[in-house]
């Protein structure tokens, strides 16, 4: 440890003009001796940002402890963050204040790239987490927000052990996530891997995920999201919502989730709302050319979705869910239930197809099984098992 806090007194972060630009920082001045990096990072980011063209800013390999960060713009030119160390947040979650560890916000043509890793240290923090016991639980830290970025990249870079949501994504428009690792124990609680909110455009592809709750989570105003070669498991699947908790949410709409692995995940493809919701709708989404291996409900739409019996069960979901579908879904279930497609009394689900679904379940638990409450799914292709028998 001793030489970990030392090697931070070599730590150097560069400011790289392009070569268009001829200003060139060093921001090795701005470190102090026995200090974390954020204060470094902060105001590198700041010269950075305050400068026209293209700036790159550098983390070199090593390993250094990164306090609570926030990188805002709005940015003179484009700006260039290449992570290779590994940036170590503070075990303390009281020591972060503001819901992030690392923020960046307000920016366009942002880059975060490299082969670093953000280690969110989450091991003490999942203790103290209390969302199994309470419905306004204690909000822990998220390893990396993105907010209000427009036109830019995320790639490389690994999430380890966040103490709550690994990315959280609120507010984007045209943002790429690509080559990513995200990583946590399947037991650790609330580290989706990376969530999206209210925005428009953004594209994950060839990310590995490997965490304790959805792998993928897409929640109100998410409006075309391209989710390609994701992996996931341990983790709790591919979703969209939960929706329907909050007054005043957006529709979701334009999702498509193409050649995907779910690999020991407790779900794989899941659409949630909760029951006694408020109004909303979700609509347009496709799955298409996905793997299951030995994952938990593998497709299923949950219209009383209610973890730790936090509501009122029996009321139903006024979330519509219309123009679905699923194609060419493939490989074996750890559930009896394969196909569960439980949709809302008050707004059944509308357009919903299924074609070339393959299925399996070698369990003790009996034959495979489908179940669709309120929807009448349009079939094509073919079914294993076969799809809602009784609607035939
Ligand atoms: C989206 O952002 C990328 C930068 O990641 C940029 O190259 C591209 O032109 C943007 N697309 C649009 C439609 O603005
Ligand atoms: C998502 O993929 C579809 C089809 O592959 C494409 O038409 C659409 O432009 C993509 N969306 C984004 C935001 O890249
Ligand atoms: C499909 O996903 C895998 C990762 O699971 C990736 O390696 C491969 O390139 C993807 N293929 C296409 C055509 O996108």
Redo the contacts with the bound molecule.
Sequence with gaps: MANMWKSLLLVAIYVVASPVDADTLDVTKYLQPGHDLSQALATAWKEACASPGLSKLVIPGGTYRLGEVVLSGPCKGPVVLQVDATLVAPVNHNEIKGGGWVTVQNVD?F?LTGSGTFDGQGQYAWTKNDCSKTWNCLSLPINLRFHFI????INGITSLDSKQFHVNVLGCR???FQYLKITAPGDSPNTDGIHIGRSN?VNIFNVQIKTGDDCVSLGDGCQNVNITGVTCGPGHGISVGSLGKYPGEEPVSGITVKNCTLKNAMNGLRIKTWPASLRGTASNMHFEDIVMDNVGNPVIIDQQYCPWNQCKKNAPSLIKIQDVSFKNIRGTSSTPEVVKLACSSQFPCKNVQFGNIDLVYHGDKGPATTTCTNIRPAIFGNQNPPLCRDLA
């Design positions: 043509q880059t427009t036109n830019s990249l045209n943002l790429t455009g």
